[in-house]
Antibody, heavy 119, light 107 residues
Framework: EVQLLQSGGGLVQPGGSLRLSCAASGFTFSSYAMSWVRQAPGKGLEWVSGMSRSGDSTYYADSVKGRFTISRDTSKNTLYLQMYSLRGEDTAVYYC????????????WGQGTLVTVSS | DIQMTQSPSTLSASVGDRVTITCRASQSISSWLAWYQQKPGKAPKLLIHKASNLGSGVPSRFSGSGSGTEFTLTISSLQPDDFATYYCQQYKSYSYTFGQGTKLEIK
């Protein structure tokens, strides 16, 4: 059974940093691209970042480019999102998601973790 | 970036109704489109991928169609469990983008 277990959310001050983790199980982690998607309170879904299955290629939404870094540790089957210079508009529930084997559909999602940026 | 526009934003319907949600892309995305269902406080669930392929375990009352820039999600006979918010997503190219969502409400 595919499982994505997230951790690392919380309250952080504007300008602060936070790292989210997504522990994967039930599939060969190194064989699939992964993404992060967020949802601000009461709003729709926003794709944030993606990483190829090899880890060689990373992609970011313009809204987070230069502030967020996606990475993966295949020895721990874990995906990360390091967030720097956080702003109020980054407040959201963050989801990690597994991409389909041959395309970018997001076929499995983590449970979500809330990041609140506030003083 | 490719923009995705869904309509309507809100849809009121009754159990047993047939409903259709539309998603338009700002440029051709071939068939690289997915539909998701999201319930309050829960992660989205994949319903349809590659425009018309049913996701694993998804009931057959859900169907998708379209290609290029115009796509539809149809629920043939609404069930109580179907009242939720629905999103389309293009995955032709990064940055992936979602539609703004369609909230399906009980009439």
């Amino acid at each position: 059974e595919v499982q994505l277990l997230q951790s690392g959310g919380g309250l952080v001050q504007p300008g602060g940093s936070l790292r989210l983790s997504c522990a994967a199980s039930g599939f060969t982690f190194s064989s699939y691209a992964m993404s992060w998607v967020r949802q601000a309170p009461g709003k729709g879904l926003e794709w944030v970042s993606g990483m190829s299955r090899s880890g060689d290629s990373t992609y970011y939404a313009d809204s987070v480019k230069g502030r967020f870094t996606i990475s993966r540790d295949t020895s721990k089957n874990t995906l990360y999102l390091q967030m720097y210079s956080l702003r109020g508009e980054d407040t959201a529930v963050y989801y990690c998601a597994k991409e389909g084997g041959i395309d970018g559909r997001l076929d499995y999602w983590g449970q979500g973790t809330l990041v609140t940026v506030s003083s | 970036d490719i923009q995705m526009t869904q309509s309507p934003s809100t849809l009121s319907a009754s159990v047993g109704d047939r409903v259709t949600i539309t998603c338009r892309a700002s440029q051709s995305i071939s068939s690289w489109l997915a539909w998701y269902q999201q319930k309050p406080g829960k992660a989205p669930k994949l319903l349809i991928h590659k425009a018309s392929n049913l996701g694993s375990g998804v009931p057959s009352r859900f169907s998708g169609s379209g290609s290029g820039t115009e796509f539809t999600l149809t629920i043939s006979s609404l069930q109580p469990d179907d009242f939720a918010t629905y999103y389309c997503q293009q995955y032709k190219s990064y940055s992936y983008t979602f539609g703004q969502g369609t909230k399906l409400e009980i009439k």
